[in-house]
């Protein structure tokens, strides 16, 4: 996962859901990988793409996508997956989801 580092990705966890940013950290643990994302973003839900692949390559129609936290570290991460220039413009331009 080294690899990943400074790539802007879509990760999946098991407990905290789908986010989006730059790979600062990845570090094997006991309970799974850890990531460490700066510039991230939640995905709560979206419309427009049938699976976390289709968002990394093309984006989303519409959805709700959190506010961007400068950095979050996110704990049993089962799937990491790169984006698209395409993606990544459409991610970022979705408005902020917030109450």
Request: proline content about 3%.
């Amino acid at each position: 996962m080294k690899h990943m580092v400074n790539k802007i990705c879509i990760i999946r966890s098991y407990a905290s859901g789908v986010h989006f940013g730059i790979i600062h950290e990845t570090r094997d643990t006991l309970h799974g990988l850890s990531v460490t994302l700066k510039n991230s973003r939640r995905i709560h839900y979206w419309e427009g793409a049938c699976s976390l692949s289709q968002v990394a390559m093309e984006g989303i129609k519409t959805g709700r996508v959190a506010i961007e936290l400068p950095e979050i570290q996110v704990e049993n991460v089962i799937e990491i997956i790169p984006m698209s220039a395409a993606a990544i413009d459409n991610l970022k331009n979705q408005p902020v989801w917030k109450s």
